[in-house]
């Protein structure tokens, strides 16, 4: 079984990144990433955390915004036109899921398409359908492809199972997939909570992709001799003989199935990792794009 180290080929995306960054900073200019968080969900707040600190890391015009959870749909919308309007800034992004007064597709459709670096625009979304690479990808999806390429694991002609059906996750990966090229070229099912004899769909599959958002939910039935797994699941479990009384486990019961795999991402340390170095890359192409 291949342990796919999501810190290592992350570590490789950013210093790929850090050299385009360098190329720009020669131009005299320096990507602006803002990072918008409405609320204090406890997950949300340390995704941000971490995204503002690898921007900075990097050198990156980093802009963290947290907002009240009371704040409304227009003090939100006048946020966003704000830095649609910001020249300092390339990429936007706002943390998903936002409390329940905000009406998340609208907030989504008023950022700038060209500064959209999470992909979720439906411009974005159109053309990752229609494989047009003048759009941005949603970097989680975009993440785990690459981890499949770095692993060496081909996707042409394969059976791919995606567990979930996310506009985060589930959807653009499907697309990916099923994409011509590269870490495509795969027959692609998508699987959510309601089909039936799952562990059936799953134990057809070469390559698994669990994107489901319940702590251990594939097991050693769902997966078949030989599949390669990639968990996208990031969950908090109560763990009191921890220093923060949880830890993070993945959508797959990792020790029942690892023996099982070719290959097979952890938690921490698989997607995780991926999703930030591929948010910074998507925000020097925005600066890229922007300066062309
Ligand atoms: N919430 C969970 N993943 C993501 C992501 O990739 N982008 C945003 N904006 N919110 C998220």
Redesign the pocket.
């Known amino acids: 079984m291949v342990r796919i180290d999501g810190i290592a080929v992350a570590a490789k995306v950013m210093e790929e990144t850090r050299i385009r960054i360098a190329a720009l900073a020669k131009r005299g200019i320096t990507p602006g990433l803002a990072v918008v968080l409405v609320g204090d969900d406890p997950a949300s707040r340390a995704?941000v955390r971490s995204k503002d600190r690898k921007a900075a890391e990097l050198g990156l015009h980093s802009v963290k915004k947290e907002l009240s959870a009371d704040t409304t749909q227009a003090e939100l919308l006048a946020v966003v036109a704000e830095l649609n309007a910001d020249p300092s800034i390339h990429g936007i992004?706002?943390?998903?899921p936002p409390p329940p007064q905000i009406d998340e597709a609208e907030i989504v459709k008023a950022i700038d398409p060209r500064k959209d670096v999470?992909g979720f625009h439906p411009v974005n979304v159109a053309k990752l359908a229609m494989e047009d690479p003048t759009g941005f990808v949603?970097?989680?999806p975009l993440g785990c492809i690459r981890l499949l390429i770095e692993a060496g694991i081909e996707t042409a002609g394969r059976k791919a199972v995606v567990v979930g059906r996310s506009m985060?996750v589930g959807k653009p990966m499907a697309l990916l997939l099923m994409k011509r090229g590269l870490g495509g070229d795969a027959t692609v099912t998508v699987a959510h909570s309601r089909t039936r004899d799952l562990a059936a769909v799953t134990r057809e599959a070469d390559i698994v992709i669990a994107a489901i958002g319940r702590p251990n939910f594939l097991g050693a039935d769902h997966i078949r001799e030989g599949a390669v797994v990639i968990d996208v699941g990031i969950n908090r479990i109560e763990d009191p003989s921890t220093p923060k009384g949880y830890r993070l486990v993945g959508d797959v019961d990792y020790d029942a199935v690892a023996d099982k795999c070719a290959a097979i991402t952890p938690v921490p340390g698989g997607v995780g990792p991926m999703?930030i170095a591929m948010l910074m890359s998507n925000c020097v192409s925005a600066a890229e794009r922007l300066n062309a």
């Open positions: 995704y992004l706002v943390q998903s999470d949603p970097c989680t985060i999703t």
